[in-house]
């Protein structure tokens, strides 16, 4: 079993920063994407920002392109997200997520190509 644990959430102004991590631990560790996802209260969970572990390709959402960068660490596996010029709408519990299936479809941006979760870690972007 693959466990998530995200960290570096909190509590920040419009305009700052944030960075969140997100530590894999257990069975030998080789996802074939990373991601984040957020989840506001009473909207859906959504994509944010992906990273595939080998080679280091990333892919954003159009509302976080230009904001937030995705990174990893392979020998430490972890993957992080730094957020910069945060805004109030970034407000929402910040989920990592790990792909090792062996089928992969591509849809990097869908919930469902996802088999590992994190708990998840609260970002408030004050205005």
């Known amino acids: 079993q693959v466990q998530l644990v995200e960290s570096g959430g909190g509590l920040v102004q419009a305009g700052g920063s944030l960075r969140l991590s997100c530590a894999a631990s257990?069975?030998?560790?080789?996802?074939?994407?990373m991601g984040w996802f957020r989840q506001a209260p009473g909207k859906e969970r959504e994509f944010v920002a992906t990273?595939?572990?080998?080679?280091?390709?990333?892919y954003y959402a159009d509302s976080v392109k230009g904001r937030f960068t995705i990174s990893r660490d392979n020998a430490k596996n972890t993957v992080y997200l730094q957020m910069n010029s945060l805004k109030p709408w970034d407000t929402a519990v910040y989920y990592c997520?790990?792909?090792?299936?062996?089928?992969?479809?591509?849809?990097?941006?869908?919930?469902?190509?996802?088999?590992?979760w994190g708990q998840g870690t609260q970002v408030t972007v004050s205005s």
């Open positions: 990273i595939r572990w080998s080679g280091g390709s990333t």
């Open positions: 257990g069975r030998t560790f080789s996802p074939r994407i």
């Open positions: 997520a790990a792909q090792t299936r062996a089928y992969y479809s591509g849809a990097y941006y869908s919930l469902t190509e996802y088999d590992y």
